[in-house]
């Protein structure tokens, strides 16, 4: 689902709090994975990283959010 750019956004550091982990876990997931638990950030041109806090809630209320890679193998 594309992000819509008037939807509230999260930073990492917001996003790994709201999830209870260090933002260098999101990071590295990313990193690796390309998403976060099913979520794709936005990459802005300085290199930081926004994240759609709906489909931030979304998952960490137990719902899954993209990610067809590792739904596919599950």
Request: overall charge positive; proline content about 8%.
């Given at each position: 689902m594309p992000?819509?750019?008037n939807t509230p956004k999260l930073?990492?550091?917001e996003l790994a709090a709201f999830g209870k982990v260090v933002p260098q876990?999101?990071?590295a997931a990313v990193c690796?994975?390309?998403?976060w638990m099913g979520l794709r950030p936005i990459k802005l041109?300085?290199?930081r990283?926004?994240?759609d806090a709906a489909e931030a809630a979304r998952v960490l209320n137990?719902?899954?959010v993209g990610a067809p890679d590792t739904l596919a193998s599950a």
């Amino acid at each position: 689902m594309p992000s819509n750019i008037n939807t509230p956004k999260l930073s990492t550091e917001e996003l790994a709090a709201f999830g209870k982990v260090v933002p260098q876990s999101i990071r590295a997931a990313v990193c690796r994975n390309g998403h976060w638990m099913g979520l794709r950030p936005i990459k802005l041109p300085n290199r930081r990283l926004l994240w759609d806090a709906a489909e931030a809630a979304r998952v960490l209320n137990g719902e899954v959010v993209g990610a067809p890679d590792t739904l596919a193998s599950a």
